[in-house]
C-alpha cells in the first residue's frame, strides 16, 4: 500500500515507446535521486498468442525486450504508455521533467501529479502475497503473473 | 425517380470523404500495388493457388426451386460457385486513418454485392463468398480507403483503435502483423490477418504522410484534425434526425 505522503507523478508521452526510449528515459529516472518506485503501464505484449484462432503460437515481437536500467535487467512485457512514479518528495519532479525533456526530443509528454499507483490489496493480491505482504510491493507486479519487481540497487 | 442520393451532410473535408467513398460513382484512387496472392496470403484463408473450397454444389448443379426472386436476382461468381463465406477485418486508427468502422460497412453495402459487414467500435468485419471476398477486399486494400500504418488487417486480436499510435508511427498491434522496414520506408506483413507466421514478407506500401492522412480522413478529430463540432451542418442534421426520431420514432412528421 502506498503512502499518502509520498507524491506520484505520472509521465504521459504523446507515442508508446520503443525500448530504447523506454531504456533512456528510466536510466535518467533513476540517475534522479529521490525515486522511490517506478510502474511501466501500457498494452500487454504476451509471449504466446492468448486467443482467437492462433491462440498458443509463439508471438514474437520487437517491442518486447530485456533493457537494462541500473545495472539491472528489466523484462518489458507492455509496450509503455505511461510511466508511473512515485518520489520522496515534490522536490523531485524538476529533476523527472528533465529527464523526460532529455530523453524525449521526437515527441511532446505531460507529466501529471496525482495517485496512480494501488492503494489497497485486492483480492488476487491477498492470494498471492498473503496477509502479512509488503506493502511497497503491492501493485509493483502483476498478481497472477511469476514475476516480481525488478529492485534496482546504488542509486541512494 | 430523380432522385440523387446524398449520402451525407456536412460541410468539412472529413464530410466531403465520406461522401466520395461512399458513393459509388466515384472511382477510388488507387496508391498502392498489393497482388491477388498478397491478399490471399494476408487473409490467411486458403493457400495462394489452390482451389476454392465449396459449401454446396454450384448453383448451375443443383435444382433451384421456382423462385421469382431467384430468377430476378443475378448469384455474384462467388454464390454461383458454391464458395465459403469468408472474411476480412480491419483495424482504423482514430490518428486520422482513411476508413472507420460505420463508413467501412456503409461504403461496402453501397458499393459490392452480396456482402454482410458488421460494425463494432474499433474494428469492422465484411463477409461474403470467398472469390467475391478477395476482388473487395483488394479494392478495399489497395486504394485511398486504407493506409499501411494506420489501418490493420486483423482478424482477432484487434486492439489499437484508440490508442497512441508507436514512435514510428504504426498503430498498436499486440500481434505485430505488420512492421515498418525504416530503410525502404515500406510497411511488410509479417503474419497473416490472425497471427499466425507467413512464409515471406507481403509488402504493404508505405505509411503515408500526416498531410494525406489528414486530407483523406474520414474520422473528425479535435486534436490536429477537424473537430465534429465545427462542422455546423453536421451537427444540425444529426441534432435534427434525432429530435425526429425523439418525436415521432420511424414515421418522423415535421
Known amino acids: 500500500m502506498t503512502d499518502a505522503r509520498y507524491p506520484q507523478v505520472r509521465i504521459v508521452p504523446e507515442r508508446f515507446l520503443n525500448p530504447d526510449t523506454t531504456e533512456r528515459l528510466l536510466n535518467l529516472i533513476v540517475a534522479v535521486k529521490g525515486v522511490r518506485r517506478v510502474l511501466l503501464n501500457g498494452p500487454r505484449l504476451p509471449a504466446t498468442v492468448p486467443y482467437g484462432p492462433a491462440r498458443g503460437a509463439m508471438n514474437p515481437h520487437t517491442m518486447r525486450r530485456t533493457i537494462r536500467v541500473g545495472g539491472e535487467d528489466v523484462d518489458l512485457q507492455v509496450h509503455v504508455g505511461y510511466v508511473l512514479l512515485e518520489l520522496e518528495s515534490s522536490d523531485v519532479i524538476p529533476g523527472i521533467r528533465a529527464a523526460c525533456d532529455e530523453a524525449f526530443t521526437e515527441f511532446g509528454y505531460s507529466v501529471k501529479e496525482g495517485r496512480f499507483m494501488k492503494t489497497e490489496a485486492t483480492l488476487a493480491d491477498y492470494a498471492k502475497y498473503g496477509p502479512d505482504a509488503d506493502k511497497s510491493m503491492i501493485g509493483m507486479a502483476d498478481p497472477r503473473s511469476r514475476s516480481g519487481p525488478v529492485i534496482i540497487q546504488g542509486c541512494k | ?200 514478407e507481403v509488402k504493404a506500401g508505405k505509411p503515408m504522410d500526416d498531410k494525406w492522412l489528414k486530407a483523406h480522413t474520414t474520422i473528425f478529430h479535435s486534436l490536429g484534425g477537424v473537430a465534429y463540432r465545427d462542422d455546423q451542418e453536421y451537427i444540425d442534421y444529426v441534432q435534427r434526425i434525432h429530435s425526429l426520431r425523439t418525436k415521432y420514432g420511424f414515421m418522423p412528421v415535421e
Open chain 2, 1 to 200: 425517380m430523380a432522385y440523387k442520393a446524398q449520402y451525407g451532410p456536412g460541410s468539412s473535408i472529413v464530410a466531403e470523404n465520406r461522401r466520395k467513398y461512399m458513393n459509388p460513382g466515384y472511382k477510388l484512387e488507387k496508391i498502392r500495388d498489393m497482388s491477388d496472392e498478397d491478399i490471399v496470403l494476408i487473409m490467411g484463408h486458403r493457400a495462394p493457388g489452390a482451389a476454392y473450397p465449396t459449401a454446396h454444389p454450384p448453383l448451375a448443379e443443383q435444382q433451384e426451386p421456382a423462385c421469382s426472386i431467384r430468377k430476378l436476382v443475378v448469384p455474384t461468381d462467388g454464390a454461383k460457385a458454391g464458395d465459403r463465406i469468408r472474411y476480412i477485418q480491419f483495424a482504423d486508427s482514430m490518428f486520422f486513418a482513411p476508413s472507420q468502422p460505420y463508413l467501412r460497412s456503409y461504403l461496402e453495402s453501397y458499393r459490392y454485392r452480396g456482402v454482410d459487414p458488421g460494425t463494432l467500435s474499433g474494428r469492422q468485419i465484411v463477409e461474403c463468398r470467398e472469390r467475391d471476398l478477395e476482388k473487395y477486399a483488394k479494392e478495399l486494400v489497395n486504394t485511398e480507403l486504407f493506409d499501411s500504418a494506420r489501418c490493420g488487417i486483423r482478424g482477432a486480436t484487434v486492439h489499437g483503435h484508440s490508442l497512441r499510435l508507436a514512435e514510428d508511427g504504426m498503430m498498436f498491434d499486440m500481434l505485430q502483423r505488420c512492421i515498418l522496414d525504416k530503410k525502404a520506408n515500406m510497411v511488410k506483413y509479417v503474419k497473416n490477418q490472425i497471427g499466425e507466421p507467413l512464409d515471406k
